[in-house]
């Protein structure tokens, strides 16, 4: 079974500190990684995607990836209140499949 | 900026009782799929489609569950027989390649009753 972990927080951040979020997946064979952001009630929105090795940066947002150790994170620097949201970790297999395996998501407060 | 459109935003229904949950994707993506999320639980995959036809689907997608693309912009999910169990928010999405990222729709939250 294909799993992707993440801790389910709540994970509290004063306004303008870095957030990390960290997500682990189970298969190899995975290739690409995804980060959502989604409000209460509200469907996933993509922030950035990572496919290879290292660091990806898109504006406040850094997304960092370890095939070796299995390792995905999220940075967000200079984190704003709007950050509030769950994160959700989403892994698509290598071996031509199509589906995300989510995981249940991160969920981050940023106190002003 | 285009995106994927659901309707209708929330539908009750009794047990039993055929559900049709309607999905307009971005214009110009080639694949189509369904997730849902059951009520503080994980986002999960049900099915994908492309060039008219499913491509994958998940151990949660029995029978009593089918898409379809009647034109060219819809893309529908029938569940014929709903249960309890299948009240969750069911999420549309697109992408315009095979294995880049998917866009999804706002939702439709499905009561069963």
């Known amino acids: 079974q294909k799993e992707v972990e993440q801790n389910s927080g709540p994970l509290s951040v004063p306004e303008g500190a870095i957030a990390s979020l960290n997500c682990t997946y189970s298969d190899r064979g995975s290739q690409s990684f995804f980060w959502y952001r989604q409000y209460s009630g509200k469907s996933p929105e993509l922030i950035m995607f990572i496919y290879s090795n290292g660091d990806k940066e898109d504006g406040r947002f850094t997304a960092q990836l370890n095939k070796a150790s299995q390792y995905v994170s999220l940075l967000i620097r200079v984190s704003q209140p709007s950050d509030s949201a769950t994160y959700l970790c989403a892994a698509r297999d290598r071996g031509g499949s199509e589906k995300l395996v989510f995981g249940k998501g991160t969920k981050l407060t940023v106190n002003p | 900026e285009p995106e994927v459109t659901q309707t209708p935003s929330h539908q009750v229904t009794q047990m039993g009782q055929e559900v049709i949950l309607r999905c307009v994707p971005i214009s110009n993506h080639l694949y189509f799929y369904w997730y849902r999320q059951i009520l503080g639980q994980k986002v999960e995959f049900l099915v994908s489609?492309?060039?008219?036809?499913?491509?994958?689907k998940s151990e949660i997608f029995d029978d009593q569950f089918s898409v379809e693309r009647p034109d060219g912009s819809n893309f529908t999910l029938k569940i014929r027989s709903t249960k309890l169990e299948d009240s969750a928010m069911y999420f549309c999405a697109s992408s315009d390649r095979r294995s880049t990222e998917a866009f999804f729709g706002q939702g439709t939250r499905l009561t069963v009753v």
């Open positions: 489609f492309y060039n008219n036809e499913i491509s994958e």
